[in-house]
């Protein structure tokens, strides 16, 4: 299971791109509202979530998604339930994976030291230790981050493969029409 965190002000492109291509790859996504499951986008487009963080046990997950707007990280930054499920999943060697400004929440919980990451650009100096790199993706072990919301095909593409290989994010990718590369 794939959860995608939902808090409002969270950069549209960033979470339901990844949703759609995750789905389209034949797994298990659910959105995850933050205080409800009404959640606004940073670009006024509302979503309805499929559960409650507060009320949701991210126990059986694979990956935790974290997307960007800066609405939405600080939403996610001011939610003890995400960022206790972040932590744990950590420590239970699952993917974690931000985009934009999501990755400097993980550098705030340490996550990111020492680990090759990337974010939006102009944050670099909020990712603390983090050995940052000039690409739309960058993956370190179980660390997954992207850049922004133009990276969110690559993103969702490297998180397919992540999970399920390359072969399974090149036929979502053929599907698409996607022409960029698949990571």
Excluded at 1 to 13: C, D, P, R, S
Excluded at 39 to 52: K, L, N, P, Y
Excluded at 143 to 170: H, N, P
Excluded at 171 to 177: E, N, P, Y
Aim: proline share 3%.
């Amino acid at each position: 299971m794939v959860y995608i965190i939902l808090g409002k002000g969270f950069e549209e492109a960033e979470a339901l791109v990844p949703c759609d291509l995750l789905r389209r790859a034949g797994i298990e996504v659910r959105l995850v509202g933050i205080g409800g499951l009404e959640i606004q986008g940073s670009h006024g487009i509302t979503v309805h979530a499929d559960c409650v963080a507060e009320e949701t046990d991210f126990s059986n997950a694979e990956m935790l998604v974290l997307p960007g707007g800066l609405g939405g990280v600080a939403s996610i930054r001011a939610s003890k339930a995400v960022l206790s499920a972040v932590r744990a999943l950590w420590e239970k060697e699952r993917f974690l994976a931000a985009i934009c400004a999501a990755p400097t929440v993980l550098a705030d919980l340490g996550i990111t030291e020492g680990k090759k990451a990337t974010c939006y650009p102009g944050m670099e100096n909020e990712m603390g230790s983090a050995s940052m790199q000039d690409a739309p993706v960058v993956q370190d072990g179980k660390l997954i981050t992207g850049r922004a919301a133009g990276a969110s095909f690559d993103f969702a593409l490297a998180l397919i493969t992540a999970l399920r290989g390359e072969e399974a994010a090149k036929k979502v990718a053929a599907g698409v029409v996607y022409r960029g590369a698949v990571r």
